[in-house]
């Protein structure tokens, strides 16, 4: 099993919609999550820490269940801009070291 | 102007040849991390170091080497036992290990 583990999509969606997508860990002691955004042959960007008592920026809300071991990203009012592929991360089960999901994939259409 | 250096961006190696990948640093990090990214998939841990003249292997070290001489370099070598070296490979820092990366823009690695 992966350590974090994302629906690779893609989530088609129109402009103004509201989407969220779940990532799964299964380091339970995981203390670090983050959402990356990438375009395409980019490097990735950080775009929010994850905290346990979940946090908001603009139009982006994360979000931590420790119970269910899954953290979220919720995109609401969906511009053309926001298609990308966002990455989750949490930390390893062994190593000091944080883990990538593969991705997914976010379009958003006129 | 602060940030990571990734050079070449293009890189295009020949059978049976090493290749080093540059990753330079001037925000002051410890941690230096390089990750291959495949199309369509995720990024996958090559090798880190956390601190100077220390290194430790990721997921897919084989076919790869790196040194960490000083802060603020860590390059990496694509040798010619990667059988399979085609890829994006980025660089990224972080304050300590398991903060939030920062990366370079990446070095796209070809097979002549």
């Known amino acids: 099993r992966k350590e974090v583990e994302q629906d690779p999509g893609p989530f088609n969606v129109p402009e103004g919609a509201t989407v969220a997508f779940n990532c799964t860990y299964s380091n339970s002691a995981s203390q670090s999550f983050f959402w990356y955004r990438q375009d395409c042959r980019k490097e990735p960007k950080l775009l929010m820490s994850v905290y346990s008592s979940g946090n908001e920026d603009g139009r982006f809300t994360a979000q931590l269940n420790r119970a269910s071991q899954y953290i979220s990203l919720l995109i609401r009012d969906s511009k053309l801009s926001d298609s990308a592929t966002y990455l989750c991360v949490g930390e390893a089960s062994y190593g000091n070291k944080l883990v990538f999901g593969a991705g997914t994939i976010l379009r958003v259409k006129s | 102007d602060g940030g990571i250096t990734q050079s070449p961006k293009y890189l295009f190696r020949k059978e049976g040849q090493n290749v080093t990948l540059s990753c330079e640093q001037n925000?002051?990090?410890?941690?230096m991390y390089w990750y291959r990214q495949d199309p369509g998939q995720g990024l996958r841990l090559i090798y880190y170091?956390?601190?100077?003249?220390?290194?430790q292997k990721g997921d897919i070290a084989e076919g790869y080497s790196v040194s960490r001489e000083k802060k603020e370099s860590f390059p990496l070598t694509v040798t010619s036992a990667q059988k399979n070296p085609t890829a994006f490979y980025l660089c990224?820092?972080?304050?300590?290990?398991?903060?939030?990366?920062?990366f370079g823009s990446g070095t796209q690695l070809s097979v002549l």
């Open positions: 170091s956390q601190i100077v003249n220390d290194f």
């Open positions: 925000l002051n990090h410890d941690a």
């Open positions: 990224a820092t972080s304050g300590q290990a398991n903060e939030k990366l920062f």
